[in-house]
């Protein structure tokens, strides 16, 4: 069979492909406890899914605008202004399917092939993949004193001519590091001293732990929304823990957002009216189901990392947002692929190997999971280690 060159260079979502092996194992009766997910067991916001309900009922299930409807791009309008003090106009919205949609429609619009594309490691796994769809070449760089925290020499030391984007993900998937406020205004003001398009993937925002608050990118941002190359992804999925119902979005400036609307009525027509009236019903009504989730998320996040700290030579960094923590194992192997495997033959856990995120020998692990599962989890792999020599 004869496929494209860029199919050929894409490599499997590790994440999704353990979704799969999870599913497969608890279909065979195995007692598998699956730490890799990253998928918030909590319920959706009651007011999306009786706005969902209302609109079935009424069978008006149509066709959107390829950039969304009015309703959710008001919504937008809002959330921007409520939780990043920023005003932004309907045209400025776009909303896709889910969040990584966005974030293809941005590249698609903005990268020429072979440009480069910049991010810190640990990054999510489709960034590389993502740009290798739209032509481009991925570089990634690991912090050189921390491995958690980048500072701005790090993103200098690998930036050339060459150079069209820089990823930020903060809160941070796969480590929970939440990026320190001096890191946003440096990569903010370095990108717009040199013109480079800055993605920021704010897809975990407020899920934040510790008292800290989420940083605004804009605040640091000299420039007009339509002078800005600064584009701001986030969605549903995970602060509200509507993950199946995919619906994301960008703040950018108006021409920017055109051509990706352009890209998006070509590829998906638009987002779906469901996940949009969903939205919308989320993002205008009661938060406190944001607020829920993040605390629950937090007390868990303290009992994995307590359990996770009593497992000889393991190095684990307490996560200050998302809803994993990402370890270093290496004490046990520097090869993560194998002792992942090896934690699911022996343990019957599933964990993602840190090279999947561009770091071998760390595992990350999420606490999305009941505490109980985190626990007997976290003990499992401790006597599956305990069997290995250090």
Known sequence: MSISQIAKSLTPSATLKLNEKAAILRQKGNPVIHLGGGEPISQPSVFAINALQDLLKSGEIRYTPAGGTSQ???????????YYQKEVHNNNIIATIGAKQALVLALQS???PKDEVVFPAPYWVSYPEMVKICGGIPKSMIPANNVYHPVIADI????????????INSPNNPSGAVYTEQFIEDIIAYCEKQDIYLIMDDIYQRLIYDGKTPISSYKYVTKSIEDSKLIVINGVSKQYAMTGFRLGWAVANSKLIKVMSKF??????APSILSDKAAVAALTNDQSCVENLRSALEIKRDALVSGLRKINGV?????EGTFYCFADFSVYSKNSAELAEYLIDTAQVITVPGI????????????????????????????????KNI
Do not use: M, P
């Open 264 to 269: 998006q009525a070509h590829q998906t027509t």
């Open 356 to 387: 999947a995120f561009g770091l071998d020998g760390f595992l990350r692990i999420s606490f999305c999971r009941d505490i109980d599962e985190i626990e007997e989890g976290v003990h499992r792999i401790k006597n599956a280690l305990s069997n």
């Open 72 to 82: 959710i791009k008001k919504a937008i309008v809002q959330y921007t202004h409520d």
């Open 315 to 319: 190095k684990v960094f307490k996560s």
């Open 156 to 167: 200098e030391n690998v930036v050339t001519s060459k150079t069209k984007t820089i990823i």
């Open 110 to 112: 903005i990268i020429n």
